[in-house]
Each structure stands twice: as structure tokens, then as C-alpha cells.
């Protein structure tokens, strides 16, 4: 079966309370929200606050940014959301990307491999202490001494870890020991620090799926940039397809678009199963509506 994300923001309490009722009572398995500090939303005082207002919606960041967040305060956020939601608690990082985040903190953003080494560490010492171990560590990617998570305790006896990204190194490493591989399709960080360059090739998406695939068996997700329901696929991807030098045909093909009719959503969907082993996709807030009326069926696919 597939499964479904919402990732949002809350814009006010009334609003983000009902988005999550509204996402629970439509079948969506989890609510997202981002971490960017000083850009958005701190992601779990938002999903502590639906997690109150809920009782099957698991909860998660999608993603934390393993360079600016250090393991014991990650740990400790994640196990009080655990508690506060009865075991709904679910832990997502990444590398980063984000400049004015390594500014913020007075740091100078490292080079790509200095940000996956970093998030490697992060993620390993964070699932150590949610796990109860004590951690001491002294690398120049990551500098801990005997930090243990003493209180609180989280609910789950493992609290499931989902890594984002495109990284070929972080894809192999996360294919081995995360739970969740978030297929983001990112390419190279546009000038802004927040846009990207897509990977939306289908040879590109085979070659992330095989690194992926690799050291294990992680359920595979991707970050659905677009979700809708329309007559006119072509019409609708035309300008898109334009823009990344792609045809239409192939365009209707990656995971990180869910544009059609409801059939051919569905068809996409299980095409995605057969081609990739794709089994979840993360989707924005606006999917909440056009997916919706959907997820009985994609849940059966």
C-alpha cells in the first residue's frame, strides 16, 4: 500500500490544528513540518501542538538540518514529542542547504562532503541517545561528552529516522541505515540558498534508487513537488517541461509530480512501485485537498 506525508506550516493555531485533524481524517499517514530556523515554524513545538489534537497521525520533521542542531537538543525534542503523542514521534535530517543557517550560528557553511560526514554523525549519535546510550564523540565533524537522554524516555523502542536527500553518499548510507529514504530529486543549491536545480531525469531517479537500494531495504519516499488533479496533464506540464529540458512523456513520469486525471495519478503511483519500489510520498499543503478524495484508492495500490 502507499502511504502519504503532508508537510505544512502552521500560519495560525486554529488553522494548524484543523489542517492536522483534517489530514488525519483523510487517511494521510504523517504531518511534516520543516526546520529552518529563523524562516519558518520550530517544527516540533508545531507538531507537539497537533499531536494533541490527534491519535493515529505520526509527527516528524521533514528535515531537521543535521549541521546547525546538535544531538542531545535534537534527542530531547524528539523523545518529549514522542511522549506528548504516545509514540507518534518520527525524526527527519538532512545535510542543509541553506547559507544564512550556518551564518545565523556563526559558522561557515562547509563543502559538500563536510555537510554529509556531518549529518552521518548527527544521525548516528541522535538514534544512540534516543536509544539510551551514553555518547561520547570526537571528530571535526561532531565533539560530544558523555551526553545521555536521561528524560524523557521516548514511547517507541525505536523512534523510525528518515533521511532527505540527493546525495549519492548520503543515499547509500541512509539506504542502510535509516528507515525512510526521502527522495527529494534536489539538485545543485540555486543562488537564492533555497532553490534548487531539479534530478528529475528518469536515468537520474534509476541511478538514486540503486544507491538507495544498495545496503539495504528502507522504505523509499519522494518529495512530491506538485499534486493536480486535472483533464490536461499536458497542458499543466508544458511550461515545466520546458523549463527543465524535459519531455512532457518523461515528465509524467517522476515521483515528484502527481498531475492527471485520478486514474492516471493512481496509474503513476503504481508505476512508481514497479519501476523504483516507490512506496510513500511526502506532499505540500495544497495536496491536502487534491489528494484527499484520493487516498482510499492510493492506499490499495
Same mark, same amino acid.
Given at each position: 500500500?502507499?502511504?502519504?506525508?503532508?508537510?505544512?506550516?502552521?500560519?495560525?493555531?486554529?488553522?494548524?490544528?484543523?489542517? %492536522?485533524?483534517?489530514?488525519?481524517?483523510?487517511?494521510?499517514?504523517?504531518?511534516?513540518?520543516?526546520?529552518?530556523?529563523?524562516?519558518?515554524?520550530?517544527?516540533?513545538?508545531?507538531?507537539?501542538?497537533?499531536?494533541?489534537?490527534?491519535?493515529?497521525?505520526?509527527?516528524?520533521?521533514?528535515?531537521?538540518?543535521?549541521?546547525?542542531? *546538535?544531538?542531545? &537538543? =535534537?534527542?530531547?525534542?524528539? $523523545?518529549?514529542?514522542?511522549?506528548?503523542?504516545?509514540?507518534?514521534? =518520527?525524526?527527519?535530517?538532512?545535510?542543509?542547504?541553506?547559507?544564512?543557517?550556518?551564518?545565523?550560528?556563526?559558522?561557515?557553511?562547509?563543502?559538500?562532503?563536510?555537510?554529509?560526514? +556531518?549529518?552521518?554523525?548527527?544521525?548516528?549519535?541522535?538514534?544512540?541517545?534516543? !536509544?539510551?546510550?551514553?555518547?561520547?564523540?570526537?571528530?571535526? *565533524? &561532531?565533539?560530544?561528552?558523555?551526553? =545521555?537522554?536521561?528524560?524523557?524516555?521516548?514511547?517507541? *523502542?525505536?523512534?523510525?529516522?528518515?533521511?532527505?536527500?540527493?546525495?549519492?553518499?548520503?543515499? +547509500? /548510507?541512509?539506504?542502510?541505515?535509516?528507515?525512510?529514504?526521502?527522495?527529494?530529486?534536489?539538485?545543485?543549491?540555486? %543562488?537564492?540558498?533555497?532553490?534548487? *536545480?531539479?534530478? /528529475?531525469?528518469? #536515468?537520474?531517479?534509476? #541511478?538514486?534508487?540503486?544507491?538507495? +537500494?544498495?545496503?539495504?531495504?528502507?522504505?523509499?519516499?519522494? &518529495?512530491?513537488?506538485?499534486?493536480?488533479?486535472?483533464?490536461?496533464?499536458?497542458?499543466?506540464? !508544458?511550461?515545466?517541461?520546458?523549463?527543465?529540458?524535459?519531455?512532457?512523456?518523461?515528465? +509524467?513520469?517522476?515521483?515528484?509530480?502527481?498531475?492527471?486525471?485520478?486514474?492516471?495519478?493512481?496509474?503513476?503511483?503504481?508505476?512508481?512501485?514497479?519501476?523504483?519500489?516507490?512506496?510513500?510520498?511526502?506532499?505540500?499543503? $495544497?495536496?491536502?485537498?487534491? &489528494?484527499?478524495?484520493?487516498?482510499?484508492?492510493?492506499?490499495?495500490?
Amino acid at each position: 500500500m502507499a502511504d502519504f506525508a503532508l508537510q505544512a506550516q502552521p500560519t495560525d493555531a486554529a488553522d494548524w490544528l484543523d489542517l %492536522a485533524r483534517r489530514a488525519e481524517a483523510a487517511g494521510f499517514d504523517t504531518l511534516l513540518a520543516a526546520d529552518h530556523p529563523g524562516s519558518c515554524a520550530a517544527p516540533f513545538v508545531a507538531l507537539a501542538a497537533a499531536a494533541a489534537v490527534t491519535t493515529t497521525l505520526r509527527l516528524g520533521s521533514y528535515v531537521s538540518n543535521a549541521a546547525v542542531r *546538535e544531538p542531545i &537538543l =535534537l534527542a530531547t525534542d524528539v $523523545a518529549t514529542l514522542d511522549v506528548v503523542s504516545g509514540g507518534r514521534a =518520527l525524526l527527519g535530517l538532512g545535510a542543509g542547504h541553506t547559507p544564512a543557517e550556518w551564518d545565523a550560528i556563526g559558522q561557515v557553511r562547509p563543502g559538500v562532503r563536510g555537510r554529509v560526514d +556531518r549529518c552521518v554523525a548527527v544521525a548516528e549519535a541522535t538514534t544512540r541517545l534516543l !536509544a539510551g546510550e551514553r555518547v561520547t564523540m570526537a571528530t571535526p *565533524e &561532531l565533539t560530544m561528552l558523555n551526553a =545521555l537522554l536521561e528524560q524523557p524516555r521516548p514511547v517507541q *523502542e525505536r523512534v523510525p529516522l528518515l533521511i532527505g536527500t540527493a546525495n549519492s553518499r548520503l543515499l +547509500r /548510507w541512509a539506504g542502510e541505515h535509516a528507515d525512510i529514504v526521502g527522495l527529494t530529486g534536489f539538485g545543485r543549491t540555486k %543562488a537564492d540558498g533555497h532553490q534548487h *536545480e531539479a534530478r /528529475w531525469r528518469l #536515468a537520474d531517479i534509476d #541511478a538514486q534508487v540503486a544507491l538507495a +537500494r544498495s545496503g539495504g531495504d528502507a522504505t523509499l519516499e519522494a &518529495l512530491v513537488q506538485i499534486v493536480e488533479v486535472t483533464d490536461d496533464a499536458e497542458a499543466s506540464l !508544458a511550461d515545466h517541461a520546458e523549463r527543465l529540458s524535459m519531455s512532457v512523456d518523461e515528465l +509524467r513520469q517522476v515521483p515528484f509530480l502527481l498531475v492527471g486525471t485520478a486514474e492516471e495519478i493512481v496509474a503513476a503511483v503504481r508505476g512508481h512501485r514497479a519501476r523504483w519500489g516507490i512506496t510513500r510520498y511526502a506532499v505540500r499543503r $495544497a495536496g491536502l485537498d487534491a &489528494l484527499g478524495p484520493l487516498l482510499p484508492r492510493l492506499a490499495e495500490v
